[in-house]
């Protein structure tokens, strides 16, 4: 009977209270309302600093185009090919309107439209392929006519300043065939459109170049 008192008053005694954390002497922190998001991917990042560098890569040709330009009493020099401005001018617009519809292809996947956006890239790619096109054409009848990197200085700057451009544009151009068929496969959504959002930014780039290199080299 004693043993009985004495389990039941143990089993009625209040239980010890439990050991708090403490934190500094306070309680615990509030958890933020909500996490802190970046403010830009890491691939938006890395692609403007890789357009930076493009950019420093690209001024330096045209500083060395414009100094040789300078110096030249007679320029082009005699006896040298003249450049096609009709049809580089006629190319240009081509190039420019791909641009619209890579915003417009970016613009639609983000608003849920991916088959239209996915037909945009391949607007956008056909442009892409008939500039490569019309400069490769107009290249090689300006070789015929005896314009080469050799044949002066002259043709040196033209082909190595209008070359790297034709060199970048195939880059985004092989960029955004991938790109392409990651949208057919369904690899895009509104969610989730960063890497069309990095081509389009590379494309825009080479577009927005290539019209300060037809008045520099083709009209100055």
Known sequence: MARTSTARRLDEAPAAPATRLEFGGGDPPVPPVRPNAPIASNAWLATVMFLGAEAMFFAGLIGAFIVFRIGSPVWPPPFQPRLPIG???????????????????????????????????????????????????????????????????????????????????????????????????GHFSRQRSTGLHVCAMYWKFVVALWPILYGLVYLY
């Open 87 to 185: 049809i580089t001018g006629v190319n240009t617009v081509v190039l420019l309107a791909s641009a619209m519809t890579v915003h417009m292809a970016l613009r639609s996947v983000r608003a849920g439209v991916i088959g239209r956006g996915t037909r945009m890239l391949a607007v956008t790619a056909a442009l892409g392929a008939v500039f490569l096109l019309i400069q490769g054409y107009e290249w090689a009848r300006l070789i015929h006519f005896g314009l080469t990197v050799s044949s002066s200085i002259y043709g040196g700057l033209f082909y190595t300043l209008i070359g790297f451009h034709a060199f970048h544009v195939a880059g985004a151009l092989a960029w955004l065939t991938v790109v392409f068929v990651r949208a057919k496969r």
